[in-house]
């Protein structure tokens, strides 16, 4: 997961999470992101003040889209049944 500058359009840092990651979400209440990974079957959780993965949940086949809800209390994520 690359993470960019942009005011110079340039990558400033590599996080590196699961296995083919697609989707993106930000806690709106707390400095951490959410990466669905579909070929690892898990979710990264970034901490955005240190840009390092600080847990990985293991998920259902092949999550994809992920969304949390404005009081950041669930996340829901897409996954392809077997």
């Known amino acids: 997961l690359g993470v ?3 005011t110079t359009n340039t990558i400033i ?3 590196p ?3 083919n990651p697609f989707d993106v979400a930000l806690n709106p209440t707390s400095n ?3 990466v669905t990974n579909v070929f690892s079957n898990d979710v990264s959780v970034i901490d955005l003040t240190t840009n390092a993965v600080i847990a990985t949940i ?3 086949a092949s999550p994809r889209g992920i969304i949390i809800l404005p009081n950041a209390d669930k996340a829901y994520v ?3 049944p077997n």
């Open 78 to 80: 897409a996954t392809v």
């Open 32 to 34: 951490r992101a959410y």
């Open 58 to 60: 293991p998920l259902g």
């Open 17 to 19: 999470v699961g296995t």
């Open 4 to 6: 960019l500058d942009l």
């Open 13 to 15: 840092a590599e996080i």
